[in-house]
Structures are given as structure tokens and as C-alpha cells.
């Protein structure tokens, strides 16, 4: 064993791995880490990993050198934190995992839910809550932005801020947004079969990351028309910040669902740096006010301002405009003032159970979803 792997072996507690065509052998005392020193394929071992960590054997299945930190899960069921050090070419890796901290603190918490995450959104326990989009001017339920919800089994529902990271740093992020996607185009074109207002549309979100990969713009396309949903009753909604990643790529995806005739909004807007005529390449027709623009116009001439200047060009754009954020009647006069079309935000409903959305649609909004006080 040459250097790196020498000097680490002197470490208490290491153990050494050795991969060979797909299978492991653990070398050394396992007990530090709490190993199972049985031997088995590459596919067990990864089921000592934390489901966030396991990327790290398509890495070593390529033969790939690495040094990093990794959750493990021992025979007991606690977690320990392991260096793993090593290197070889594919079909044959030799590292070492060396004891790297005690048990990260709520670890077993974690890893338990990054576990339940990746099956959570293939049984569809990741769906589609809707929160309705006002008309400021009549105050009629216009659509719903689609926001994803896990449905625990034991009936807490969480929301996204709680579990997007860890899908994104499973790889679930596309998975996840077609799931919500998918459930967000049934339900509307449930609503309308059930005879609610055809003009009703749903929105839902896509990172940039889900845009700019290949085919991104057709399967959308496809699971929209599976959904039985005219295309021009769904709407995208991307931020502002993102879709400037990489402009040529989205831009690219966008025109393919303009051309099918979807809507796409630009959403959080005014939260980056970009101008909209900066964003005048993407074919937006609408526009997302972000909700730290509507909170600070309530307060500051100096925010109204730019609120209203927002509303000025997003028009001469042709796009229509969403205040976000709407929290009381103060803020939806407000923003009917500044001249913005639409409203959402908790002076009209929270994201609603997709009952509580059909039943919105049935006999709308008026002292039926109003936020608790
Ligand atoms: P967003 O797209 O800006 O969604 C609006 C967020 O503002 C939602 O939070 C909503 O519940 C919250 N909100 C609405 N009205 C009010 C209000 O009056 N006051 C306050 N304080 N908040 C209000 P939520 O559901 O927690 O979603 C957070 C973010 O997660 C979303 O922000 C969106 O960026 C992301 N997200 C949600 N679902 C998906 C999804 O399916 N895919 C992707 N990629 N992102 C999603
Ligand atoms: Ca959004
Ligand atoms: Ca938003």
C-alpha cells in the first residue's frame, strides 16, 4: 500500500476497503464504526451509507481516487462519521474508512428521512397542494400555484423548505418536480371536467436545473396532454436568478413550451439583479412580484416605487403581474393600487388539500379558507 494509504492505516479504528468486481471485503476490526464485517456486493455496502452519501460509490466503481466524509450506518443502527480515503481503476479500489467524530447529532433523525424521502416520492407521499391566485380587481379565484407537500404516514404534512434540499442532494429534484407537476395538471383538469371555470390554471415550479436538462421541455409537454389539460392552462414558473445560469439552455426549453402554448412566469422577481429587459430573450407573459417587495411596499414610499415601475415595464412587456405574498386586506388594496392583477398569499388561503382546491373551485373562496388568525 503505498503513502496516503499507509499513513492512514496507522489511524485508530481504520479499517481497510477493498472493491473488487463489485464486491467488498472489510479489512481490519470493524467495531470503531460499528461495521458488519461480513463481506457483499457494492449495492449492500451502499445500504451502510447515508442515502445522501451514496454517490460517492459511483466513484469508486469508475476507479476514481477520493478523500471524503461519509455518514455510516452501523450494524446497531447509529451513525458515525468515516473518512474514506482511496483510489484504483475500475473494477478495483482499495481505500480505507477511518473513524472520523462521534454520531452527528439527530443522525439517525436524518438518515431516516433521507431514506424515506426517495420512497416517499415513488409512492406519491410527495403531492400537489394548491394555493389559490386571486384577480385583485373582482376577486376571483384565477388558478393555483401547485406546491409540494410530504404526506408523513402518520398525517404531519411538511413543506418543501424542510425536504428540497435533501432531494437535491439525493438526485430526487426531477423526480420530485414531475411528481408535483403531474398531480398539479390532474387536479386542474379534474376541476374543469367537474365543471369548474375553464379559464382556471395552475402553476407549478421547475429549478433551473430541471429546464436546462435534455427533454425537459417535451416530457412536460406530454405529461400535461396525459393529464388532460389544455397546455395553455398550465403555467411554469422559474426564478429569476436561475433561469440566468445558463440563459441559452433554458431559453431553448422555454420557447419549446411557449411554441405548445404554455404560460411562464418568472417567479420571486426583484430578489436578483436582473432587469426585465434583461429577461426579455425568455418568452415570460407573466410576472411574480416576490413577496419581500410586497411586505416592504406596505411600509416604504421608496419600495412602492419600485413596485410600481416593475409594473410599468412587466406591462409594456405585455405581461400580466402576481403580487406575492398578500398577507392581509391592507396588502391586497395595496397591490390593486399599484396597479398588479393578481394576488396570493394568506390573505386569501394557504396551499390547500387538493379537496379543500376542488371544493375552492366548486364554490369559491369567500370565508371558506381564510388563514386562521
Ligand atoms: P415559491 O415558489 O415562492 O412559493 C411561494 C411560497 O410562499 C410558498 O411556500 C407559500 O406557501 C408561501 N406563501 C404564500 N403566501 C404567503 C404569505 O402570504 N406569506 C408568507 N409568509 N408566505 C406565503 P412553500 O410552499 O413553503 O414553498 C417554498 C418554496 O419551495 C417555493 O417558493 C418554491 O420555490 C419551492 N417549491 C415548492 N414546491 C416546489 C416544487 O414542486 N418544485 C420546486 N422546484 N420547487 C418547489
Ligand atoms: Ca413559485
Ligand atoms: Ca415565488
Not at 460517492?56 to 481516487?65: F, H, I, K, N
Not at 481503476?89 to 433521507?114: F, K, M, N, T
Not at 389544455?230 to 414558473?237: D, W
Not at 445560469?245 to 422555454?254: F, G, I, M, S, V
Amino acid at each position: 500500500m503505498t503513502g496516503v494509504l499507509a499513513s492512514g492505516a496507522k489511524a485508530a479504528g481504520a479499517v481497510g476497503l477493498v472493491i473488487e468486481d463489485g464486491a467488498f471485503v472489510i479489512e481490519g476490526g470493524c467495531s470503531v464504526l460499528g461495521l458488519d464485517p461480513a463481506p457483499g456486493t457494492l449495492d449492500t455496502f451502499a445500504d451502510r451509507l447515508a442515502p445522501g452519501d451514496r454517490a460517492v460509490l459511483d466513484r469508486v466503481r469508475s476507479g476514481e481516487a477520493c478523500d471524503t466524509r461519509l455518514r455510516l450506518i452501523g450494524a446497531d443502527g447509529k451513525v458515525r462519521y468515516a473518512r474514506l480515503i482511496g483510489r484504483g481503476e475500475p473494477g478495483a479500489w482499495r481505500g480505507l474508512l477511518i473513524p472520523a467524530g462521534a454520531s452527528p447529532e439527530g443522525g439517525v433523525a436524518r438518515i431516516d428521512l433521507e431514506t424515506a424521502l426517495k420512497a416517499a416520492v415513488e409512492t406519491g407521499e410527495v403531492t400537489a397542494f394548491h394555493q389559490p391566485i386571486v384577480d385583485l380587481k373582482s376577486r376571483k379565484l384565477a388558478g393555483f400555484e401547485a406546491l409540494a407537500r410530504w404526506i408523513r404516514p402518520d398525517g404531519d404534512v411538511m413543506g418543501p423548505d424542510e425536504f428540497l434540499p435533501l432531494a437535491a442532494e439525493q438526485g430526487l429534484t426531477r423526480t420530485l418536480g414531475e411528481a408535483v407537476r403531474t398531480s398539479a395538471a390532474r387536479d386542474a383538469a379534474a376541476w374543469r371536467a367537474a365543471g369548474g371555470a375553464q379559464t382556471l390554471f395552475v402553476a407549478a415550479n421547475a429549478t433551473a436545473g430541471e429546464i436546462c436538462a435534455p427533454g425537459f421541455a417535451d416530457s412536460l409537454v406530454q405529461a400535461v396532454e396525459a393529464a388532460g389539460l389544455p397546455a395553455n392552462r398550465f403555467k411554469l414558473e422559474v426564478n429569476e436568478t436561475e433561469v440566468m445560469a445558463d440563459p441559452n439552455a433554458a431559453e431553448t426549453a422555454l420557447k419549446t413550451l411557449k411554441a405548445a402554448g404554455f404560460s411562464l412566469a418568472i417567479d420571486d422577481f426583484g430578489t436578483g439583479y436582473s432587469s426585465l429587459s434583461r429577461l426579455d430573450r425568455f418568452p415570460f407573459d407573466s410576472v411574480k412580484i416576490d413577496q419581500y417587495f410586497i411586505r416592504a411596499a406596505l411600509a416604504d414610499a421608496a419600495a412602492r416605487a419600485i413596485v410600481k415601475s416593475v409594473v410599468s415595464i412587466a406591462r409594456s412587456y405585455a405581461m400580466t403581474i402576481v403580487a406575492e405574498g398578500v398577507e392581509t386586506e391592507e396588502a391586497a388594496a395595496l397591490c390593486t393600487d399599484l396597479g398588479c392583477d393578481f394576488g396570493q398569499g394568506f390573505r386569501f388561503a394557504r396551499a390547500l388539500r387538493p379537496e379543500d382546491a376542488a371544493e375552492a373551485v366548486r364554490s369559491g373562496l369567500e370565508g371558506r379558507f381564510d388563514p386562521p388568525a
